[in-house]
């Protein structure tokens, strides 16, 4: 298998060093190849290292996030804590955006921001259902949230004090996926699609693009040979380290770590440098009819 990983030079989260800023990039961003900073890190300051402690998360949520309005959630502690730990996420907000506009400043002007988050829980111990756990291999979809298309770019950091890293492993080309998947997925009824919105499980219409990106998903997930013998990298990301991809067509697995910021950056399909490198376009591609 091809690498999956484009490691890169550079300290700096608003300058790419030389010739790195450059269409080669993007196309590797684009092909679902991650982008990986080792010397990119997140410093917190020494107040703020109080947070490095699985005990901020409530219990009754997944993350700690801070939305676009700068709303805080899924954290505990006293106001006076919750506002500083709001300040570090947006902080990590205007560096994470800094990095994508050096990267690919054609994005910038239809960017859609989305919450920022900050995982404190150890990877290894968390108990989920075989859906829910991101140790196995699986492309980003929302069952929720319907987006058409939309990409999901995300940067992540570790910011791990304890130097252990983050370990991913990191999975086959998109393409390769959906040609495999696509043909076991159940088919796309729109009366469902509509029953789903009237209950409000889903926001608003699911799509058949967003019905087929949850198939792959959990097909991936739920296919325990996939997972053993499909192609496949091994990929520790080190404490003080940033790396970069679109969540929903790079094929990703989060085997080991604990403390890491998230921003994720939504973008429409058509406003990538190649539309024809988006799942939309590869889904449309290997179905042979519109999605959307």
Known sequence: MPDRILTLSGGDWARLPGAAASAELITALEDGKVLFFPDLRFDLRDTERRFLDPAVRNPKSRNISLRADGKLSGALGSEADQAELAALLARFRAQACSLIDALAPQYKPYLRLA?????????????????????????????????????ILRVFTNVNPQGQPRVWRVGEGFEAIARQFVPRARPYRPWQARALQLLKVTKSYRSEY????????????????????????????????????????????????????????????ARQVNPQASPLAILQRVTGRPLV
């Open 210 to 269: 967003d019905h087929l990106m949850l198939q792959l998903h959990d097909g991936m997930k739920g296919d325990a040979d996939y997972q053993a013998n499909c192609p496949q990298q091994t990929q520790p990301f080190p404490a003080g380290s940033t790396w970069v991809c679109y969540s929903d067509q790079t094929s990703h697995a989060v085997m080991a770590g604990q403390y890491m910021l998230e921003q994720t950056l939504h973008l429409p399909a």
């Open 115 to 151: 919450p920022t988050s900050y995982r404190p829980s150890q990877v290894e111990s968390r108990a989920q259902s075989w859906r829910a756990d991101d140790r196995r291999l699986h492309v980003d979809a929302f069952p929720s949230r319907p987006n058409y298309g939309e990409r």
